[in-house]
């Protein structure tokens, strides 16, 4: 087969972001015929492909035009790549960061489609301009999840910051979407997802002291009118029983928080340690091992009845896929160096929810 003689004049790149308008990639080369003669003035088949990877790659676009494009005097054809009639993939759904690219031109000097004429060249710096349009149109509300799932938008395109707190409030990006390797540590460091992102899918529940389960004839622990008075001593301990929530995202670790007041005027560091496990029906109970909380808490000499909040993050496999959890807290942790009595008030449990 007869290669195509080309002279390449002029490649210009036209990005159109207004309503619907496609994005073209102007084009411009000489005709000859199998003889070597330039083809003036007389309309010629042209079929347009791009290939990726190599010049024999995988095709991802194909385009004929119809009505056929005409040389001039000189046997120069223009043409604008992007606007003929497709008949493999779209124009406009390219992902340019998968390059490299190759431009198969197929020329039927005749007018028909009988491509005699060939020629493959690789595509440099324009892919590169596209890309950048198709950035902009990412930015402006074109991700959806039917996007992500048929992989017209890639993990590329997500990195550029495309991933709004706007858009995930407004169903633009699914719950789906994001669960699928969406949210990076990248994307939280640079704030393209942020904290109220985040938030917005947490659960918090609020158990008052009073209605956790403990020996109501132990001397360490008693009731006060704010809650579990408790003197400082590991031997009994408050259990917080509750069935696992429905809506919890089982691979995301769960916040425990014990909410409580300082009783005295003596200070000193205050660790409670607690023992989470799960059970389904059936179950035999067994104990777990201490687990310590996120960070000791300080409390300050000289002001009575002080409030403060201990933190621990339980990992998510404490409990698995069980249907009941139960929490025992206890006092005298590790490196707890204070001696007066504490007030339970609260247990709260914070955990990340399916929306």
Known sequence: MKKLFTLMLMVLLTITILAQAPSKMSYQFVIRNTSGSLVVNSPVGVRISILQGSPAGALVYRELFNPNPQTNANGLVSIEIGTGLPITGTFSSINWAGGPYYLLTETDPSGGTSYTVTGTSQLLSVPYSLYSAMSASVSDNSITS???????II?????????????IA???????DIANNAVTGAKIADETITAADIQN??????FPANALNYDKGSSILTQDAYGIYWKSNFADGAYLTIPRPLDWVGTSNVILKLHFMKGGATGGVVNFFIRPRSYNPGDSYADAPAQFPDSPVTVAAGTDHGIYTQTFTIPYSKFGTKNLWVITIQRKGSGETFTGDLILMAVEIVYMAEQ
């Open 146 to 152: 039917a996007k992500i799932a048929n992989g017209t």
């Open 170 to 176: 407004d169903g633009t990006i699914a719950t789906s």
């Open 155 to 167: 993990a590329a395109d997500l990195a550029d910051g495309s991933v709004t707190s706007a858009k």
């Open 201 to 206: 899918r947490q659960r918090n529940i609020v």
